[in-house]
Every structure is written in structure tokens, then in C-alpha cells.
């Protein structure tokens, strides 16, 4: 089992910038491929971003290319995801999940490819 706890949401203005965290625990980190999605209102849950066990390959949802940064820290067991030019449509549950990875590069995208999650943090961003 992993255990997955987010932190770093809050309210933000539109344009703004929020900084999500994510620790892991139980097992090794470097095992697994590290990935974030998000829930909005009344919408199903969508990728967001995904890292690579090795920390060398990053995948983005086109929604948010070039605004949100992926990236993870081995030696603190922490996955990061640093969001700027903030706007409404980014409001939502972000959760963190963690994808057991047999290969270094591997960045999946799909929901079931991930089978532990944290609970979620809120990210909330007004006009």
C-alpha cells in the first residue's frame, strides 16, 4: 500500500499562482510513476499531469500545458505541482495518485492505471 496525503490548496485569485504537494508513504517511491487529476463540479475526474518514476519524462493534459509543472522530490517521497496563470476553469478537487511503474519512463495517463489515490485538496480560483 501507498498512502498518499495532498496539501497546498486554497483560494486564489485568477492569474495567480498555487503551489500542491503530495507525500507518499509505506512503500518505495522510486517504484512508482506519480500522477495528478482533478474533479470539478458536476464533471468526471480528468489527467492533469504524470512524472516518470526516474523524474525524466512529464506528460500534461493540453489544458494545462505550459501553465502547470510537474516534479518530484526522491529523497523527500513528494510529487509537487506548481500552478500559475491560474483561472476559474482550473477550479477543483486535485488529487495526487501513484502508478506502480515497471519501467522508468513509463507517464500513464488513464485513471486505472493508478490504483492509489489521496484524498484530495481544493483549489478554488475566482475572477
Known amino acids: 500500500q501507498v498512502q498518499l496525503v495532498e496539501s497546498g490548496g486554497g483560494l486564489v485569485q485568477a492569474g495567480g499562482s498555487l503551489s500542491l504537494s503530495c507525500a507518499a508513504s509505506g512503500r518505495t517511491f522510486s517504484n512508482y510513476a506519480m500522477g495528478w487529476f482533478r474533479q470539478a463540479p458536476g464533471k468526471e475526474r480528468e489527467f492533469v499531469a504524470t512524472?516518470?518514476?526516474?523524474?525524466?519524462?512529464?506528460d500534461y493534459a493540453d489544458s494545462v500545458k505550459g501553465r502547470f509543472t510537474i516534479s518530484r522530490d526522491s529523497a523527500k517521497a513528494t510529487v509537487s505541482l506548481q500552478m500559475s496563470s491560474l483561472n476559474p476553469e482550473d477550479t477543483a478537487v486535485y488529487y495526487c495518485a501513484a502508478s506502480q511503474s515497471s519501467v522508468s519512463w513509463q507517464t500513464p495517463r488513464a485513471e486505472y492505471e493508478y490504483p492509489y489515490w489521496g484524498q484530495g485538496t481544493q483549489v478554488t480560483v475566482s475572477s
Open positions: 512524472i516518470s518514476r526516474d523524474g525524466r519524462r512529464f
